[in-house]
DNA sequence: AGCCACTTCTC
DNA sequence: AGAAGTGGC
């Protein structure tokens, strides 16, 4: 009769669904975590990326164990060893009910179907929970009953089934009275750690678990919400949650993070109002990647926009990954991405819109290089974001809107002092010459010149998609 | 969750 | 000259 919990990207105790649900049964209840090192692989998976939830799952063994739960670590290797493994498990403890919480993309999808199939012969009950999102992928449809697929009406309705249904209090793990704590085996967690290619130092700054999550949201909804409008776009400033990580790995509930800012709506109405729309986005995202699983093949969202010839540079790409393409802001942005696993949420922005309409240079490149680098990857946000600055995707930047590097360092940075802090060779400019060194190249000798000019660029982006979109109306006459 | 060219208004 | 508004891409 024992019930088991099965960890994915949701390495908490605290605010599970899943694991509240398999504590309110009778009888005994054991957590399994499923490494898959080649899944690892294929998805692109950061290394910091790995050692963040590999140390998450070392503090969440501990915080298992005080309840009672004995947490296992098996390799699966990848998605296909998946079923054989949890199935030998389940007969190895007499699992009679499995306890999970949902995931939207189409691989994990496929994997837990196998998992329902490969557990039907042994009677083992499943349970899913849509417990990493606030609205569940298919609650919201248009009039027509299709997904959503702009933003703005989708972020109302979502809003409106928030206020008429909030959600309750955070779940507190209730464990029987008699429990008694378990020790937690981290052998498995130490091998994996060691099988990471992680550059020393990046590490550094980041704190893995629950216990670091939850007080980042405390320090978060206490400080910068309040004048989260107006600072979350300066990357120089500490304006933004940093709870992206802990929310992609489930250190976090989503839940806790949307009622910890309503109750702060008196003390800074706008500020609330704009971060939770961002939690609205990382829901439509998710929702958009449940309904168009198609996503999963790195198809555009927009079918005409597969058709767009985009130039394959691969010196102007290299470029780019290291952060000395010319262009400060860009540069910048690269290198606190290389170098923290991290990037500012404009700086997303502004170096995916360079990399796919100055340089020209398809999305899927830049969104897996993204993956293989941020710590909070996570594959629906990522590629809706890439979708969106490329403008092949839902609710997109049109494609004539196009950033311009300089004027977007001048309205963000405009004392430079986030482009000094990530890039030496230009920290002794002031803050006239720091956005385009260019003029001045006797400056900054050190600095490279900009890898191509920022001329007409809309028109040439204009053009290659207006070719696109004539050879998709050719192809379907 | 644009940028730019152009116009009109104001000093 | 510079602010402020407008419309096209």
């Not at 378990?182 to 678990?209: K, N, R």
């Not at 979708?387 to 049109?398: C, E, L, R, Y």
């Not at 004027?407 to 956005?435: C, N, V, Y």
Request: hydrophobic share 40%; net charge neutral.
């Amino acid at each position: 009769m024992t019930a088991l919990v099965w960890y994915r990207n949701d390495l908490r105790v605290q605010d599970h669904q899943a694991l509240s649900a398999a504590l309110g049964r009778d009888g005994p209840v054991r957590a399994l975590y499923l490494l898959c090192p080649a899944q690892w692989d294929a998805h692109d998976v950061a290394p910091i990326r790995r050692w963040y939830v590999l140390e998450s799952l070392r503090e969440l063994g501990t915080n298992l164990g005080r309840l009672g739960i004995v947490l296992d670590i098996v390799d699966a290797g990848d998605f296909a060893g998946v079923p054989g493994a949890l199935a030998d498990y389940c007969r190895a403890h007499g699992v009679s009910a499995l306890f999970s919480t949902r995931e939207y993309p189409l691989n994990e999808r496929r994997r837990d179907q196998a998992v329902v199939e490969a557990l039907r012969p042994l009677g083992v009950e499943l349970k899913g929970f849509d417990d990493a999102v606030l609205v569940p992928p298919r609650v919201l449809r248009t009039g027509q009953g299709t997904p959503y697929t702009v933003f703005t009406p989708y972020r109302r309705r979502w809003d409106a089934l928030l206020a008429e249904q909030p959600p309750g209090m955070p779940l507190t793990p209730a464990p029987a009275r008699s429990t008694r704590a378990v020790p937690f085996d981290a052998s498995m967690i130490d091998t994996a750690l060691a099988a990471i290619d992680l550059p020393p130092g990046l590490t550094d700054g980041w704190q893995a678990g629950e216990k670091a999550a939850r007080k980042q949201l405390d320090s978060f909804v206490d400080g910068p919400l309040r004048h989260y409008k107006r600072d979350r776009d300066m990357p120089s400033l500490p304006g933004t949650s940093l709870l992206s990580t802990a929310l992609s790995a489930g250190t976090l509930s989503v839940k806790r993070c949307f009622i910890e800012a309503d109750a702060r709506r008196a003390s800074g109405p706008e500020g609330v109002t704009t971060w939770i729309s961002e939690l609205a986005w990382r829901d439509f995202y998710r929702q958009i990647m449940a309904n168009y699983p198609r996503l999963a093949w790195g198809e555009p969202f927009r079918p005409e926009t597969g058709l767009v010839q985009w130039s394959s540079h691969d010196a102007h790409f290299q470029a780019w990954c290291e952060g000395r393409t010319g262009y400060p802001l860009v540069d910048a942005a690269m290198r606190q991405l290389n170098s923290t696993g991290w990037m500012h949420n404009r700086l997303r922005m502004v170096s995916a819109m360079f990399l796919t309409k100055n340089l020209f240079i398809d999305w899927r490149l830049g969104e897996r290089y993204f993956m293989q680098k941020l710590i909070d990857g996570d594959f629906a946000a990522n590629n809706g974001g890439w979708q969106w600055s490329a403008s092949t995707g839902t609710d997109a930047a049109p494609y004539f809107r196009v950033f311009s590097p300089v004027r977007q360092s001048e309205r963000f940075d405009p004392e430079g002092h986030f482009i000094r802090s990530q890039i030496p060779e230009l920290a002794h400019l002031d803050a006239k010459t720091i956005h385009q060194p260019w003029r001045r190249p006797m400056l900054a000798p050190d600095y490279p010149a900009p890898v191509v000019a920022l001329d007409g660029v809309r028109e040439r982006v204009t053009a290659a998609f207006k070719a696109a979109q004539d050879l998709y109306k050719g192809d379907t006459r």
